[in-house]
C-alpha cells in the first residue's frame, strides 16, 4: 500500500496554542439571552362575571376538544370536522408544517460526516506518431466532518426545532380560525332564514292592510294616498326580502369554500321552522382554571419563535471562533482497469483543518447585532400577542353581558311594537287614524322583530369569539386543571 506525502509534524508555537485556548474559554464562556417569559397575568378578568375567572399565564398542551358541540347542532357536527381534512388555508398550514420538520431533519444531518463517491478515466497522449496515448483510471471514496465545537450545528437544529413548533401551533391557529369562521357563516345563515321567515309572514300582513285600505278607498271612506302608501310599505319589504336572498347566498358561498368545496357543490336547505340557532348560546361558566388561556396556538407560535431566535443569536457568535473540519480520502489510481483495485493502486490521506476569519470588518459583529434585534422584537411580538390575548376575553365577556340585556330589552320591546301595530290597525278600520299612523307602526314593530333576531345571532357568534379567545372552549381535563370539564 502506498502512503500518500504528508507534512513532518511540528509542535504548535506557545503564542498560537495560548490564542487557541483563549478561543476555546470565550466560547464556553458565552450565555445565551435570557427567556422571554410572559407578561404577569392580572387577577381576574376585567369584565368576568360577579363569580370570578382564575386568570391564566398564556401554552397549548392542553386538549382542546369538540368545543362547536356545546351548542348541540347536527349540521354543524358533521361539517366540523372536514374543516381540517378539506380546507385549504388548513391544508397550506399542514404542508408549511411538514417543511418545517423536514428543515429540522436537514439541521440534523449536519451532526454528522458526509461520505462521498467519486470515479474518472482520462486517456491522454501526442499526435500519434511519437508517444503512445496513456490512460489513467481513479476510484475515491471521501469523507468530511465538521466538528460541533462551539455548537452551531445545535443551534441552528435548536432553531429549526423551534420552528417547527411554531409551525404546528400556526397550524392549530389555522384550523381553529377556520372552524371558528365556518360556526359564524353558519349561524348567521341560520339567522337570515328566521328573517326571511320573518318579512314573509310580515308581507303576508302587509298585503292584508293593503287590502283594508282598497276597501276603504273603493267605498269612499280613505284616500288614494293610503292605498299608495300600502303598496310602497309591500315594495320596500319585498326589496329587504331579496337583499337577505342575496347574504343567504353569499353566506352558503363562503361556507362551502370553508370546507374545500366549490360553491355550486353544496346546497343548504332553508330551516326557518327549525333553527338550533335560536337556542341559547351555552352557558359561560364561572370559575374556569387559568391554564385555558395557554392553549392560544398564536400565542404559542410566537413563544417558539422567540426561542428559534434566541437559538440563532446563539449560531450568529459561532462565527467568531474557528471551524474545525476533519477529512479523510481513500483512492485508487491505475493505469489498468484490471489493476486498479490492486493494493499497489490504492493510497489514503486523513487531514485536520482550522478556519479563523482574521478581519471582515465587523460583518460577523454585525450579524450578531443583527440577531439580538430579531430575538427583541419576537419578544416584542410575543408580549403583544399576550396582551392581545387577554383583551380578546374581556371583549367578548363585556359584548355577551351587554348582548344579554340588549336582547331583553329587545323582546321587551318587540311585544309593545306588536300590541301597539295590531291597536292601530283596528283604529284604522274604524276610521280613527290615518293609514300612515298604520305604516309608522308596521315599520317599527317589524324593525324590533328583526333586532331581536340579530341580537340572538350576535350572541351566538359572540360565544364562538369568546371559545376562540380562550383557545378553543372551556373544557379542561381533570388531570390537566384539577377540576372537571
Not at 72 to 86: E, F, K, R, T
Not at 199 to 225: E, F, M, P, V, W
Request: with cysteine.
Amino acid at each position: 500500500m502506498t502512503r500518500l506525502p504528508s507534512s513532518p509534524t511540528r509542535r504548535a508555537p506557545p503564542a498560537l496554542a495560548a490564542l487557541l485556548l483563549a478561543l476555546l474559554l470565550a466560547g464556553c464562556a458565552s450565555t445565551p439571552l435570557p427567556e422571554a417569559g410572559p407578561l404577569p397575568p392580572p387577577a381576574q378578568f376585567k369584565e368576568a362575571p360577579p363569580a370570578g375567572w382564575q386568570a391564566s399565564v398564556p401554552a397549548d398542551a392542553l386538549s382542546r376538544g369538540p368545543w362547536w358541540q356545546l351548542f348541540g347542532d347536527a349540521q354543524l357536527d358533521g361539517w366540523m370536522p372536514q374543516v381540517q381534512v378539506s380546507n385549504q388555508n388548513v391544508a397550506a398550514s399542514a404542508a408549511a408544517l411538514a417543511q418545517a420538520r423536514a428543515l429540522v431533519r436537514e439541521q440534523r444531518a449536519a451532526r454528522f460526516p458526509s461520505l462521498s463517491l467519486s470515479g474518472g478515466a482520462t486517456r491522454s497522449g501526442g499526435d500519434g506518431s511519437t508517444s503512445a496515448a496513456r490512460e489513467r483510471y481513479n476510484l475515491a471514496l471521501g469523507a468530511s466532518w465538521e466538528a460541533d465545537v462551539w455548537g452551531r450545528v445545535a443551534g441552528n437544529v435548536a432553531a429549526a426545532g423551534a420552528r417547527a413548533q411554531a409551525s404546528e401551533a400556526d397550524l392549530a391557529a389555522a384550523t381553529l380560525s377556520a372552524q371558528g369562521e365556518l360556526a359564524t357563516n353558519y349561524f348567521s345563515l341560520r339567522e337570515t332564514d328566521a328573517e326571511m321567515a320573518l318579512l314573509r309572514d310580515t308581507l303576508a300582513a302587509y298585503q292584508r292592510a293593503a287590502q283594508i285600505a282598497q276597501n276603504r278607498y273603493d267605498a269612499g271612506l280613505a284616500l288614494k294616498s293610503d292605498v299608495l302608501q300600502a303598496q310602497t310599505q309591500l315594495a320596500n319589504t319585498e326589496a329587504d326580502l331579496v337583499a337577505l336572498e342575496r347574504s343567504r347566498a353569499q353566506l352558503e358561498h363562503a361556507i362551502a369554500v370553508l370546507l374545500g368545496r366549490a360553491p355550486a357543490d353544496l346546497t343548504i336547505a332553508v330551516d326557518a321552522a327549525n333553527a338550533p340557532w335560536r337556542a341559547e348560546p351555552p352557558a359561560v361558566p364561572t370559575g374556569l382554571p387559568s391554564q385555558l388561556l395557554l392553549r392560544r396556538p398564536d400565542i404559542a407560535a410566537a413563544e417558539r419563535r422567540v426561542a428559534a431566535a434566541n437559538a440563532d443569536v446563539g449560531v450568529a457568535q459561532t462565527a467568531l471562533y474557528p471551524s474545525f473540519t476533519l477529512t479523510g480520502q481513500y483512492g485508487l489510481n491505475s493505469s489498468r482497469v484490471s489493476d486498479l483495485f490492486s493494493a499497489s493502486a490504492a493510497a489514503w490521506s486523513l487531514g485536520l483543518s482550522l478556519a479563523q476569519t482574521v478581519f471582515d470588518a465587523g460583518a460577523n459583529r454585525a450579524r450578531i447585532d443583527q440577531s439580538r434585534a430579531a430575538w427583541e422584537q419576537t419578544v416584542a411580538s410575543y408580549r403583544q400577542t399576550v396582551l392581545t390575548a387577554f383583551q380578546d376575553v374581556e371583549d367578548q365577556l363585556a359584548a355577551l353581558r351587554s348582548l344579554e340585556r340588549q336582547l331583553q330589552l329587545r323582546r321587551a320591546a318587540s311585544e309593545a311594537a306588536d300590541q301597539t301595530e295590531q291597536q292601530v290597525l283596528n283604529r284604522y278600520r274604524a276610521g280613527q287614524v290615518s293609514f300612515t299612523e298604520v305604516v309608522t307602526a308596521q315599520v317599527s314593530a317589524l324593525s324590533a322583530r328583526r333586532s331581536v333576531l340579530q341580537l340572538i345571532v350576535q350572541r351566538q357568534t359572540a360565544t364562538v369569539s369568546l371559545i376562540q379567545a380562550l383557545g378553543g372552549g372551556w373544557q379542561v381535563p381533570s388531570a390537566a386543571s384539577g377540576t372537571g370539564g
